[in-house]
């Protein structure tokens, strides 16, 4: 009988082979994981008001309209905010409206029924993209973020509204402002059924941490 012992070593080199080449088990973590770290920037974080400005145009039928206007946004922990803005012009109060109404990743993991992620380039590095669907009847229809999977602050999100309206708000933060990785600027464009529009915003320099006055939040 001939010996099988010679092709031991090759049969063993063989596997290790394969095993090698096999792709290793995804490591992606869930959405939850994904939004509780981004939640955990902001720990510490009880409030915050910022002084805003706004700067783009505003389509009304045929005509567009350049908008400046100024403002104050407001935070409180874990999930109140609020966008007020200054005399704005009745055809851009809707998008301060809006941009009031966002969320917070703490509203978002209650609101919405989010997919597993996937990632994909942002910019010159890659983000976590999580879509998520509400929970209960509402106009959204569906909401899309971009997270950085370093940082894990949230770089973009974007809603589809069931009229066919779409609202996409990119973030652009500066490590080294604060500990919170706070926005300094953002960019809006917004197509809804009254009008359409794109805006920069500015932030200015953030009080946090300090009482936020009760009628910040109330309905204006």
């Known amino acids: 009988m001939l010996s099988t012992r010679p092709f031991a070593a090759p049969a063993l080199i063989l596997v290790s082979l394969t095993l090698a080449a096999s792709p290793a088990p995804s490591t992606l973590p869930d959405a939850a994981a994904v939004l509780q ?14 002084p805003v400005t706004i700067a783009g ?47 917070t990743p703490q509203t978002w993991l209650r609101d919405y029924t989010i997919a597993a992620p996937v990632t994909q380039p942002h910019g010159r590095h890659t983000a976590y993209v999580l879509t998520g ?9 569906s909401m899309t973020m971009s997270v950085s999977t370093a940082t894990y602050v949230i770089e973009s999100i974007t809603f589809s509204y069931t009229n066919g309206a779409s609202l996409v708000v990119t973030f652009l933060h500066h490590t080294g402002i604060s500990q919170y990785h706070l926005a300094r600027s953002a960019t809006v464009v917004a197509h809804f059924p009254g009008y359409s529009g794109n805006a920069t915003i500015t932030y200015g320099s953030y009080r946090v941490n300090q009482p936020v006055p009760e009628s910040a939040f109330q309905t204006h």
């Open 133 to 141: 669907t509400p929970k209960r009847s509402s106009r959204v229809k």
């Open 37 to 50: 770290r981004s939640e955990a920037k902001w720990q510490g974080l009880t409030s915050y008001q910022v």
């Open 57 to 103: 145009s505003v389509r009304v039928a045929f005509v567009s309209v350049p908008v400046h206007m100024t403002g104050t946004q407001y935070y409180q922990a874990p999930d109140r905010q609020a966008l007020h803005l200054d005399n704005p012009p009745s055809y851009a109060r809707g998008l301060g409206d809006t941009l009031s109404t966002m969320g």
